[in-house]
């Protein structure tokens, strides 16, 4: 089961800035302007290192979250959605005056059943 999820709306929001910015990846913030938000950079705009964990990818693209956020998240689901509105953030969906958003559930006991099992290559 993948840990990050997302919309149709948030697909399209992707297909639109690959047009312009190529690659993508996310980063989840830390908490600071915009709160626990999902940002998103050209690939090679954000810098990646040993303290970010790979939850997985959106639409072809990398999600991260610091490892130290890791250990508070790592019992949710998340889904990456798109609003209108400006957030208070450099990621690059913003001059289109939307902003991507997370939804988040925690996970149940089934979700960590089918979680743990083994996955086929």
């Known amino acids: 089961m993948p840990k990050v999820d997302i919309t149709d709306a948030a ?3 992707i297909d639109r800035l690959r047009e312009e910015h190529g690659a993508l990846i996310f980063h989840q913030s830390g908490g ?4 626990s938000s999902p940002m998103c950079f050209p690939d090679g705009e954000f810098f990646i290192d040993d303290n970010d964990q790979l939850l997985g990818e959106v639409h ?3 999600y991260y979250m610091s490892k130290f956020q890791y250990e508070y998240w790592q019992h949710t689901h998340l889904t990456l959605d798109v609003t209108e509105g400006r957030g ?6 913003i001059p289109l005056g939307l902003r991507f958003v997370i ?14 099992e083994p996955q086929a290559d």
Do not use: H, M
């Open 88 to 93: 208070s953030s450099f990621s690059a969906e």
């Open 11 to 13: 697909r399209a929001v």
């Open 32 to 35: 600071c302007c915009d709160g």
């Open 103 to 116: 939804d988040s559930r925690l996970l149940t006991e089934a979700d960590n059943e089918v979680s743990a």
């Open 60 to 62: 072809g693209c990398p």
